[in-house]
């Protein structure tokens, strides 16, 4: 007797690349949010715009490759996915100095990403914390900043944050990459994570803030 369709499996199906980014940084997730949550980011103003500010660094890191031709072909309204703008805003909102703003912009231009590989796994990062900024965005409208002042880059996209992630996700999983563009993809994005998770170590868990 055959089985059903739906229970027998391709041995040669490659698994859907947006699916190998999730497991590949499951724990790394996991952990960076666990530190955040420890950090008292939310306590006061004060300590938020600490993770403001390693929130910049990250969109500082990957701008640019928001505006790369062969990406914008490849992923949906990739421009317009850009926060930087929005971080930017937020940063003057809370009142940081530009001297923090320019030190931040350093410490992004140190980030090396080499190919639009990498940059598929950063931008899979900075495009999927999106998703998690709605609980982030609860507990910041405690200390009256909002999606129009202080928490832009929290804001969900107008067509709602589900499907715009997934259209982003559908076009990532409609890509035909070699097996070793998939794996500078998941570099890619372990490198984003673990540029995140330095600057809140430097940022929110140094004794001098
Ligand atoms: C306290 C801080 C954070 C919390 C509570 C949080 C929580 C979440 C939640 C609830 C989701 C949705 C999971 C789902 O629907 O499957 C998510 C997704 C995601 N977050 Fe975070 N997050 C945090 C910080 C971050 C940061 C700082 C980054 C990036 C550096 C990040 C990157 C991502 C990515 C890439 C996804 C998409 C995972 C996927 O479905 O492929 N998150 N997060």
Redesign the pocket.
Known sequence: MTEPAETLSDPFQVPAL?AC??AG?HSI?ES??TR??SLSVFSSRERYALFVRTQSR?HHAVARWFENARLQNWLPELAQRNRLWAVIEDCRDIGLTPEALSEDREVAAQVQILDIYSALGWL???E??N??AA??LKQVKKLDLSETFGARHLAANEMGRGLHWRKFKNALDALELAGEQREAALKGAIA??AF?RQNVEQLLASPEN
Request: glycine share 10%; charged share 10%; hydrophobic share 60%.
């Open positions: 947006s980014l999730k940084t997730h960076l949010d955040i949550m990250l899979y990062v900075v999927g914390s998703l998690g609980f982030l984003a994570f995140a």
